[in-house]
């Protein structure tokens, strides 16, 4: 070969070092038969190795609601030896903490133990700084190469939000920290925590198509900022829309009052969204009054509410979609009755007059209840004229159930009602007797057991 030629050739299998980084110069040299040294360089023979991927990496928090704090167990295949005075390094998404990490104690698949030597942990602001990671020792023996590892870390907080977090890094290290194999793992979904003591309460006693005065009041599991949102979520049977109550004859606003609100109030379907003006920490005792919201129609339990606090940027952060339902009473109902004769034991006719205070929905009906000793006339001595709906009559021990037809005119609140009983007999003896008169209607009622959830149909009052 004369001087200045190009040389090129290659050597097949070679096997890389077992780690990352720059690796030691190859020594060049062309020599004699003899071996005396003609030209030698090590000048820019160095090359720069990558980490190789392990595989079927994986980090899983034991826990996923929000603000929990847990164990993060993390698995993983080994593609090159994990030396037995190695380490292993863990870097978790922001927004999670690291409170005295450990290892939980259970390793599989290492000939040896893990301990953390090395933590960055939370600081005082409740971020890490730069970025919350462990390294664990390892001690004992080699781990050959595809060797499936899997171990616990404890005291890991999620982050305090729902939604899917940033990516977990893990990587296999030599004693001087340098990378062997490493692995870029998807980030996990978190859940919204659990409200704690979520509560809502009526301030004084409500009738159908009321005004109420509510309580809220509920312990937060995790912080929410100042811009950050509660969202009380109704049952089917109120609607918000409708601010105009039956009793006091009035309409008004939905109104929101509480320390920690700005006082902006805003409804979306069945739900009021408000907007806190502070900062609440974790553990901190939220509670408020919301006035304005009409009570349902129909007297009796409302169904359950739901709460979420939800950050500005959207992220569901602790929940209770089970708060008890209320209870209200049967309102007002604005009824006369008068008899033809007020003779014990003679026989009458009992007319009934009135004002329907709430709209009745598809389905309601009317009872009378007649008094003890009272005997109740057939239906062919009965006239009912309810705002000029065709209705039906029935009789059932000491109850008259008149119900409109299905399809005839609407009884709207306002509207007037008859009802004329001919050949009633008094009670034989003389005496004060209550008729009443309520309207009805029939509301689900879901009924859950270990073996089925069957919806059954429950009388419910709306006026008396």
């Known amino acids: 070969l004369a001087a200045g030629n190009i040389v090129e050739f290659s050597i097949p299998g070679l096997t890389n070092v077992h780690r990352a980084g720059t690796s030691a110069p190859f020594a060049l040299r062309t020599v004699l038969a003899d071996l005396s040294v003609i030209d030698h360089s090590l ?85 890490c700084e730069p970025g919350c990671n462990v390294t664990l020792a390892v001690r004992g023996g080699a781990t050959p190469r595809h060797t499936k590892v899997s171990f616990g870390i404890a005291n890991v907080e999620n982050m ?38 979520a509560s809502v309460s009526l301030d004084h ?40 109550y039956s009793l006091s004859s009035s309409c008004g606003d ?62 569901e952060i602790d929940v209770d979609l089970d708060v008890e339902a209320l209870t209200t009473l049967p309102g007002d109902m604005d ?3 008068s008899l033809s004769s007020r003779v014990a034991g003679a026989t009458s006719t009992l007319l009934i007059t009135g004002i329907v205070q709430e709209t009745l929905p598809p389905g309601a009906w009317f009872e009378v209840d007649f008094p003890p000793g009272a005997l109740l006339p057939d239906s062919s001595a009965t006239q009912e004229v309810l705002n000029g709906a065709t209705v039906s009559y029935s009789l059932g021990g000491s109850v008259a159930v008149v ?46 057991t270990g073996i089925s959830t069957d919806v059954l149909m429950v009388k419910s009052v709306i006026d008396e």
């Open 403 to 448: 119900t409109p037809v299905h399809g005839s005119a609407m009884l709207d609140a306002g509207a007037v009602i008859s009802m004329s009983f001919a050949r009633l007999r008094n009670p034989q003896v003389a005496g004060d007797y209550e008729y009443k008169v309520r309207s009805m209607v029939s509301v689900p009622s879901v009924l859950t």
């Open 43 to 127: 000048k820019g023979t160095e090359q720069t190795l990558l980490p190789d991927m392990l595989g079927a990496a994986r980090v899983s928090v034991l826990s996923p609601e929000a603000g929990t704090l847990s164990t993060a167990e993390v698995s993983f295949t080994t593609s090159n030896v994990l030396p037995g005075d190695g380490y292993i390094f863990v870097s978790f998404p922001p927004g999670f903490s690291l409170l005295s990490p450990v290892s939980d104690g259970y390793v599989a698949g290492i000939p040896g133990m893990l301990a953390v030597v090395d933590a960055n942990e939370t600081q005082s602001n409740g971020y």
């Open 205 to 244: 006693a409500a009738k159908s198509g009321s005004n109420m005065s509510l309580s809220v009041a509920f312990t937060t599991s995790n912080p929410l900022g100042s811009g950050g949102r509660i969202i009380i979520k109704f049952s089917p049977l109120f609607n918000l829309s409708d601010t105009c």
């Open 335 to 337: 009824v006369t009755a």
């Open 254 to 315: 939905i109104s929101a009052f509480g320390a920690q609100l700005s006082g902006a109030v805003s409804i979306s379907g069945n739900s009021l969204e408000l907007i806190t003006s502070a900062n609440l920490a974790e553990e901190a005792d939220v509670r408020f009054t919301i006035r304005g919201v009409k009570a349902p129609a129909i007297a009796g339990r409302t169904g359950t509410f739901q709460i979420r606090t939800v950050s500005s940027d959207g992220r």
């Open 160 to 197: 305090h939000s729902s939604g899917q977090t940033g990516a977990f890094l893990v990587q296999t290290r030599t004693a001087a920290h340098e990378v062997i194999d490493m692995a870029v793992i998807e980030g996990s979904e978190t859940s919204a925590a659990k409200l704690g003591f």
